[in-house]
């Protein structure tokens, strides 16, 4: 006669023939087919690794201030990211990550209405313009932006530096600008943004990540 196994009888037998083995030995009686389950799993051959040809970039994971290291593996176009891994020669992270930073691989992807995964084509990929008083964007190159953003700060800073506050205490300093660095410099990197606002006289400097 067939005898019901409800899931919690499941749980509780497989559970203590397992526990059992490991406080007896092979002497403890387990379900046959725990014994045998191991010696029939299928084999896979491995085809090539989907990453085997891929474009690999150290990077600094961009979500907290941990900063840990990672590889990016990209399509040979370097258009897609294909996976992400903790970089093993980080000492930040030594190549482990969070459940958070190792999904960072889906960040330049949506699933589409066919439920499969692509590359986000909203993604700002240009520098984007608009001007003081315009309601239109304007697609603008590098050089220009950043010849326009030196010529502003350069501009502001002259307009609003401060040499001496309000009770005549030297302080060198314009409130005008402010800067907000991002997880994804690293130490060296940040070191250097801190030096070049200090000597602007820039003083509101946080970072999304509050390192
Ligand atoms: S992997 Fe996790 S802990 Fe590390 S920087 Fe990213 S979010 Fe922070």
């Given at each position: 006669m067939k005898q019901k196994v409800s899931r919690r009888d499941f749980l509780k037998f497989f559970g203590l023939g397992t526990a059992g083995t490991a406080l007896l030995g092979s002497a403890t009686a387990v379900p046959a087919f725990a014994n045998t389950a191991a010696d029939k799993l299928p084999t896979f051959e491995m085809g090539p690794l989907k990453i085997s040809k891929a474009k690999e970039t150290a990077s600094v994971c961009a979500f907290c201030g941990v900063g840990c290291g990672l590889i990016v593996y990209a399509d040979e176009k370097g258009e897609r990211v294909l996976h992400i891994e903790g970089d093993p020669d980080n000492p930040n992270n030594e190549g482990s990550m969070c459940s958070k930073g190792i999904?960072?691989?889906?960040?330049n992807t949506i699933v589409d209405k066919k439920r499969k995964r692509v590359v986000n084509d909203r993604r700002i990929m240009d520098v984007l313009y608009r001007a003081p008083g315009s309601n239109t964007w304007e697609k603008k190159d590098w050089e220009w932006a950043l010849k326009e953003i030196a010529k502003r700060v350069k501009e502001t800073r002259d307009a609003t530096?401060?040499?001496?506050?309000e009770n005549g205490v030297t302080v060198n300093r314009t409130q005008a600008i402010c800067h907000i660095g991002s997880a994804s410099c690293d130490n060296e990197e940040n070191y250097l943004f801190q030096k070049m606002q200090r000597a602007l006289g820039v003083i509101n400097i946080d970072h999304h990540a509050r390192l």
């Open positions: 999904a960072l691989g889906d960040a530096f401060e040499e001496k506050d």
